[in-house]
Structure formats: C-alpha cells, structure tokens
C-alpha cells in the first residue's frame, strides 16, 4: 500500500507542473481560441531571466520578483505588439506566430546562456524529503510544487470570480461584442490575459530551476500540459488542475507497475481515449445551438 | 585563333567549379585542408557539443603553429541538433558543396549511423568518432580509425569493479533508450556473465523523459545495492534526486560521457559525491599533465567568452590527435589513401586519451581500426574533485 501512496504523491507533484502549464494555456484558449505554442518557451525565457539577475548578484525574492514582472509584460507585449498586428488574424494564423516565437525564444536562451545545464540554488535542497509515513516520501520541492500549484488555482478562481478585472475578463470571452457595448475595454483586456496566463507558466518553470535548467526543460512540460488541458477540456481551469494531476498520476502508477518503457505515451493515449469517447473534455461545458 | 581556344577551355573549366590543381584530392589545395565534423549544439544532445568547439580551438591552435607541411586546416562542423537526418542533410551538403577531405569527430551513435554508408561508398576517411559504439569497429571499415574505447568495453570495466572491488551483487542498470544506452546495457550483462551473475533489473529512460521518479520506484523496488546511469547529464542529476528524496541511496557507477566530475557536483548540488565513473581523456584539472596545459592555454585563446573548461572540451582536443599525427606521417602528397595508410602505422601514440595503435585493414580484426581498448576509472570527491581510482586500464 505505501508503495502505492508513495507513486500516487509522485504523480501528483509531477502534474502539479502540467497542472500549472495546463492553466497558462486554457487561459488564452479561453479569451482568444488560441493555442500558444510558445508557452513553455515565455517560460524557460523568464526563468533564464532570474537565473541572470541571481548571477549579477540579486538576491533570490528580488530576482525571481523581476522576472514575474517581466513575464507579464512579456506575455501583454506578445499579445499587443505582435498577435494583434498580424495581418492574417485566423486563429490559425496567430498560432503559427507562436511557433515562430517559440523558435526565436529557444533561440535566444541558446545563443546567450549556451547549452550546458544550469541550475538555481533555493535556500533549501530540492531534494531533502519529509516523512509522511513507513516508506513514504515528499520531497521539499515537490511539496511546494504542489502547495504552489493549489495557491495558483484559487487565486485564479478568486480573482475570476469576484474581481471587476476578473468578471470583464470572463465578460470578454463568453460575448466579446456584448462586453464592449458594456464599456469594456476587450482589447486591453486580452492583452492582461496574455500577461497572467505567462505569468502562470512561469511559476511552473520556476519550480523547475533548483533542477536543471536547460533550453529544452520545458518541451516536456509544455506537451503534457497541452495533454492536460485537452483532457480537462480546453476551457475549463479546473479541469487543466484536474488533467494535470491524472496524467502526472496515471503515468506514475504506469511507470511504477506497469511499464516504464511506454510511461511516455499514456498521457496521449489518454488524450485519444477521452476524446473519442467525449470529445470536449471530461470538464468542459460546450454550447449546443440550435439551428 | 589558338589562343581563344586556351581563353574559352579555361574560362569554361573555371565556369563549371573543376579546380585547376586536378591531381590534388578532394578538399586538398596546396594551402588548405577541408575538414568536417557535427555535433549537436541545441537539443537534448547539446550538453556533449563542447567537444566540437574544443576541436575547433584545437585545429585553430595546429594553424597558428604552422599547419601540417604548409597547409592550414580550415574546419567545418554543423549543428544536427542530436537528429540523424539533420546530420546526413549537413554532411552531403558539406561533400557535395565544398568537398571535404575527411571528417573528424561527429557526436552521437544514431547520427553517425545516418552517414556512415554515405562516407564508406565514397572511401571518405571518418578519425576519431565522438562515440564509442562498437559499431564503428565491429565489423572494422577501412576508412574509420576510432581512438575512444566502445561503451561495451567501459561497461564491463565498470562493472568488474562493482563486482570485485565493490563486491556488489544486486546491480541494476538505467540506460538511455537508444544505441548509446544499449551498447552500455550489453557490457553489463557481459561482464555479469563472466562473474556469473545476471543483472536485477534494466530500465529504459526515454531521452525526452523528465521525470525520473518510475524510474527510481523501480530500482528501489528492486533493492538494487549498486545502480550504473548510462544516460544524459541531466537524465542522471534527476535520477540522483529522485533517489534522495525517497531515501534510497545504493552506490552509483556512470559512463564516461558523465564523467565531468566538477560540473556534475555544482549541477546536481553535491549529490555526484561518491559517484565512480569511466574517464577517456585525462583530467582537465591536472597541472601536471603537459599537454593538457598546452590544450588549456588554446582554450583561453580561442574560446567563446563563456566557454567552459571541462572535460568535453578537452576531449575535442583529443578526438582530433590521432588525426593530426597521421597528416604528419603522411607528408607533403596528402591524398585519402596516402592518410589511411599513414593512420596505420601509427603505433602506442599518447596523447590526452589512451594510447592508440592501429594496424593494416583486416576485415575480420575490429583492433585493425579501433585505436584503444583502454579506460580508467574516477571517483568524484567533495567540491568535484575527480580522483583517480585505476590507471589506464586495457579491457580485455
């Protein structure tokens, strides 16, 4: 049984991160329809950030305080200086700009920070462990992962729920026009969407970085995030914190008993599997009109 | 009339790219010599293409003292990104472009397979492979010397002394799912079988895998007591992790391509303590070691300002030697075949990896072309200090 405890906790601080991912990219599916490839990269990016500001010697709160603040605007900033401008603005057309993006992004990590892995040190070890019982492990990391993850999803709720910012927010997307005629200003507010769903990833990155950091850390990530997002259905944060966790768990449970060689594949046969047998997602509440 | 006849043959002969030098080999001119090499330097194979940069440093460092017999080696090298079509993409066009002499180097066991039947066909020398698949090796071809001993052979070396000198009996390994990872996994259990013993358990880890904790749950499951990482430096940093955090710490044993003892302690915060590893090229902290202080100052010559001095830089130094030695014994009238039988004469030749010696082509004798069979063994100490645990050992 502690066997079985020990690789259900594991999975849930593995998919605390595709959990967090998850949500970063519902966010803007939900406001624009879009898929931003460049998540993981938006990441990985700030996240180098803090690692540069922690070299030129700030201190840990301030480093990372900088790079949250940057990823915002660098998120606002993509949404305002390049998506909007496309002449193109198919929903097809502004994914393939974050194709392009991720490339330019992955890029520049390359080219400034080189390829060898690096590392940022916490004032903890990331891999000193509490006891939770006989033969039962959590380590510090992946207990605030967890911790994190579950901070990041109230707040998300909170602030959806009962913030003015938060409702225009909602607003925007169910009736962008019907917004508008409210006073709402859906443009800008698309552009602070953009901002808080970067914001998001970055934290997963974060909790990343007493890791290795490395220009590829958040490939794996950012696919099994997107696997998350499907399975909880795309436009529902909930169902992202909910996927994120079934496939962190579901490919632990699968490494650890029945096979390791396909634990790699499980997130996206689940993906099959779901959206065969319901095609929105096991969350998601999608509209029938009639016609 | 006959001189517009010299006019247009000439102006047509330069028109269609025919060097006027036509008894000279291909990527040969009286002052250069093409040569080609890859490695990735973006992907997950990233963390290994310091090799071709330190070849790059080490080449420029043969220029700057004068060339071999008056030619300088102009180096050409590509990023693959650790992907095999990328690689025979990059070397075709590289041959069917410029035109090169010979290739040095080239990292990755799956990339240089991608182009080893291109090369052969076109008797196209391949020196120093950075990759140690017997592959290369077994069965020998002509034209490819290596001086790095096959991961098979590392294995075994490493395991004998878990066996013998650890007296470890429950010995699981964790290998990268590819032929890098299996060439390792093969010396293991051939070495167990010698001592007969079999291994407790193989586990597979996928090169984009990132979570290692399966993983580590199955050793532990096991009750492995010595565990050999034949996988990326990233790969091993969180399987070491993974093992701390559920308290399960068994003796660790890794592959040479691991072995960069001071960066694997900084990066994985002390952890790598204890770890013993394979080493192929001497210790590029030694102070003693002339040539590893001649390499150094090349280093701090030529390299990119953050450049770091490790072992997989060094190691491009020591891919190429065999190389550059058999330029020399070759002389002034370089041609392919005039190199091939100049690499085998080369007899007990040391320089930072181990002694290498080749021999005439045999077909049925891998040792024909296979310049080493010897490793030696490190054990990472406190703040990354590698000790040496075993001299150059041959591994019979």
Redesign the interface.
Known sequence: MS?FI??VL?GI??GSIYALMAMSLVIIYQASAVVNFAQGEMALLTAYLAFLLLEQGLTLPVAFGFSFLFSFFLGAGIEFGILRRARESTVISKMMITIGLEMVF??LV?WK???????I?FPF?????L?LGQDI???FL?AISILVALVVVITLYLFFRFTPLGIAMKASRQNERAARLMGIRTKRILMITWGISSLVGTIAASLLTP??M????M???LLKGFAAAVLGGMTSLPGALIGGYMI?II??L???YLS??F??VVAFAMILLVLCLRPSGLFAHHYVKKV | MKKLLVFWSLFLWTLCGVPLNLMAEEGVTKTKIHIGSWG?????G??W??VVRGMDAYFRMINEEGGIHGRKIIFHSFDDGYNPARTLAGVKQLQEGQGMFAYVGGLGTATGMAVVDYLMERKIPRIGPGTASIRWVNPPKRYIFTNYAPYLYEARMLIRYAVERLGKRRIVVIYQ?DEYGRGGLRGAQKELQVHQLSLVDA??V?L????M???V??MK?KKADLVLLWVS??HA??I???S????FQPRWLTTSTVSDCS?MY??S?G?FEGVISAAFVENPMSNSHPLVQKYKKAYQKYAAK???WGVFYLAGFGFAEPFIEGLKRAGKDLSRESLITAMEEIRNFKGIFAETTYKPFDSLDPRSRQGTDSVFLIECLKDGISKQLTPWIKVQ
């Not at chain 1, 490395?214 to 850390?217: A, D, E, F, K």
């Not at chain 2, 990735?40 to 997950?44: F, L």
């Not at chain 2, 984009?208 to 979570?211: A, C, E, Q, S």
């Open positions: 066997q020990q690789l594991n601080a593995a992955i890029g390359s920070f080189g390829a060898d892995p690096k590392t040190d070890s990331p891999y000193d462990s006891m492990f959590l380590s992946e890791l290795t490395h220009p590829y850390m490939w794996n990530p962190g490919e632990n699968f490494g650890g390791i060689e634990k790699e | 990735a330097q973006t992907g997950p990233a963390p293409g310091a799912n586990i597979p996928e984009r895998d990132t979570d904790r399966p993983h749950f199955r499951q430096p990233s940093i969180r070491l992790g993974s701390k955090a559920i308290r960066f900084k990066l915060k952890l953050n450049e770091r």
